[in-house]
């Protein structure tokens, strides 16, 4: 590397006063992050950090090409230039543009002044050489104090957002949530979810961006949480909580739901600041009934959304008095086989929520309609006039719905093969046909054979189970279901 003659470092001082001023309009002009009055602290950073810059590099060059530039008397300030970047809320890009910008006009200056001096071209080689390493030297010094900033700030705001989520899970105040999250900076959507992720599932995979901490589940003492991390959050025994954003909108609800996929997360209603504490409780209640299988409409949701379950959720609130009504209102079917049971209560649960349609029931219930008539006959013999009671109907839906006929103590076992079945005083039992439990005999009339009349209407099928038998106790014609279409009469031989 050359030597540079006696003097170049006097002769290039005499360039750093206006040189400086060309650093800084460049600068402005080329980097829009800097573009604005070099006033207050900030003009006065970028003044120290030009002048440091280029002293600094002057006594560079006076110890000689042939020493590696030494930073370490100037090195503070680089990491600090850094620092303020993070905290003044900008890239690092920008002050590595900037960097970049004063080498280039410093070397056009110092070129011409190195030149005028003498130095050979071997020389303005080795200037610039000496230059572009030096520029090298703070950037990767600015960059570790940018590094660092980011490191501190992260951390902060991860227990910024573990307290707010304690708070918010405790039930504490709008008022006192404001005052922590405005004391932080930290900017709260008005209206809040809970989100419950339960323990033992995977941890979903974090946006692209963040720092992970390993594979484990979220849990105590990972310093873990699965998407949406940036939201207020806590651990609560092992499981662990989340709030977020309104989650009412079809296109927010659906990236929501995106993110929570597979970690069996419930999420709550969204509610102000204050009533946050309420949609923990929400969806604790969701959790918790969905375990314990009283749930049956979100068995296999993930993530479940409380709000599209209300009606499920409030019967699941108190179980044992859903319990109790269906002990009450679903006592005529306690006597009947296990088996028969289901399908009358199913059958009930259908005639009840589509109003006696007996074609949609069929539908429904995957059967013929005639055998929706032979079950409705039976219902209407065990339940007796109390079927035309509203409230009673109502209390019917409500327990059928919640699931509680099968949460009630089981009845009697099923009819053997061929044995008689049991029914409603007054019934004459089974009819003795051959592999039938009885279960659709107790509405069937006695002269009303289905199969031929189904034969000259060109239904042909293979027979079921459900079907009902061709010999049956009689049912009066006041028995049928009012609500639904008549059958079709049989034809006469």
């Not at 080498?103 to 071209?121: I, K, L, M, Q, T």
């Not at 009671?389 to 509680?404: I, K, N, S, Y």
């Not at 099968?406 to 049991?422: F, I, L, M, V």
């Not at 039992?429 to 209407?457: H, I």
Request: with cysteine; net charge neutral.
């Amino acid at each position: 590397m050359a030597q540079f003659p006696a003097g170049l470092p006097t002769t290039l001082a005499g360039e750093v006063d206006r040189l400086g001023e060309e650093i800084m309009a460049a600068i402005a002009r080329e980097v829009p992050a800097y573009a604005r009055p070099l006033e207050g602290g900030f003009g006065r950073g970028v003044r120290r950090g030009v002048a440091e810059a280029l002293h600094r590099f002057l006594a560079v060059v006076e110890a000689g090409p042939q020493r590696a530039p030494d930073l370490a008397a100037s090195r503070e300030v680089y990491v600090r230039l850094g620092r303020g970047e993070v905290r003044s809320g900008r890239s690092l890009d920008n002050l590595l543009s900037a960097y970049r910008v004063g080498a280039r006009v410093s070397w056009r200056r110092f070129g011409e002044a190195a030149a005028r001096h003498g130095v050979d071209p071997a020389g303005l080689v080795s200037l610039a050489e000496m230059m572009f390493a030096y520029i090298d030297g703070i950037s990767a010094a600015s960059a570790e104090g940018y590094a660092a900033e980011q490191f501190t700030a992260a951390g902060e705001r991860e227990r910024l957002l573990d307290r707010l989520g304690e708070m918010l899970l405790t039930g504490a105040s709008e008022q006192a949530v404001a005052q922590v999250a405005d004391e932080g900076g930290v900017s709260l959507p008005r209206r809040l979810a809970a989100v419950l992720i339960p323990s033992g599932r995977p941890s979903a995979p974090r946006p692209s961006g963040e720092a992970s901490t390993g594979g484990a589940a979220p849990g105590p003492g990972t310093g873990q949480f699965p998407p949406l991390a940036d939201c207020p959050r806590t651990v609560q025994g092992q499981d662990t909580w989340l709030f977020v954003g309104a989650t009412d909108r079809g296109s927010t609800r659906a990236a929501l739901a995106t993110r929570l996929a597979g970690l069996g997360a419930v999420i709550g209603p969204a509610v102000s600041w204050g009533q946050a504490a309420a949609s923990a409780t929400r969806a604790r209640l969701a959790h918790d009934a969905r375990a314990a299988g009283r749930l049956t409409s979100a068995g296999g949701v993930d993530p479940l959304f409380t709000e599209e379950h209300l009606s499920a959720l409030l019967l699941a609130r108190d179980p044992g008095l859903v319990t109790d009504l269906a002990t009450r209102r679903l006592a005529p079917l306690d006597s009947l086989p296990s088996r028969t049971r289901e399908r009358l209560a199913e059958t009930l649960l259908q005639w009840l929520s589509l109003r006696g349609q007996r074609g949609l029931i069929a539908e429904r219930l995957h059967v013929h309609p005639q055998t929706v008539r032979y079950r409705v006959n039976q219902l209407r013999q065990l339940f007796g006039p109390c079927l035309e009671d509203p409230d009673v109907r109502f209390d019917l839906e409500l327990v059928l719905r919640a699931g509680a006929a099968d949460a009630r103590c089981p009845g009697p076992p099923a009819a053997a093969k061929g044995s008689p079945a049991p029914g409603p005083p007054g019934s004459t039992g089974s009819t003795g046909s051959t592999g039938s439990t009885g279960q659709e005999a107790m509405g069937a009339s006695a002269g009303e054979d289905p199969a031929p009349a189904l034969a000259r209407l060109g239904r042909h099928r293979t027979p079921r189970a459900d079907d009902p038998p061709h010999h049956a106790v009689s049912v009066p014609h006041h028995a049928v279901d009012p609500t639904a279409s008549p059958p079709p009469d049989p034809a006469v031989p």
